[in-house]
């Protein structure tokens, strides 16, 4: 691990690329194993989305914890369909 400090000047803890890997690897294996019921409905595409949408949050997340100031927003409009090509309009 190493500590790095952001634009506040405020160190925080900054795991090294294969440790980074390595965590990433196991939590995306967990959520696959959580959401795996739902690919016998034909939504394999749906849950490969949402387990990088909640990889990308879990990052975020982790570093805010760890000290470093950056926003976690909530999406202005829901993601867009894997399988299609344009966004879904309501």
């Known amino acids: 691990m190493n500590s790095i400090e952001d634009k506040t000047g405020i160190p925080y803890i900054w795991l090294d690329e294969d440790e980074w890997a390595k965590l990433q690897f196991r939590l995306r294996s967990q959520l696959g194993a959580i959401l795996n019921p739902l690919r016998k409905y034909g939504q394999s595409d749906l849950v490969e989305g949402a387990i990088g949408e909640i990889l990308g949050l879990f ?4 570093q805010y914890v760890r000290g470093k100031d950056i926003p976690i927003t909530l999406r202005d409009k829901p993601a867009k369909h894997p399988s299609l ?5 309501d």
Do not use: F, N
């Open 85 to 89: 090509d344009i966004d879904e309009e």
């Open 59 to 62: 990052d975020l997340a982790s």
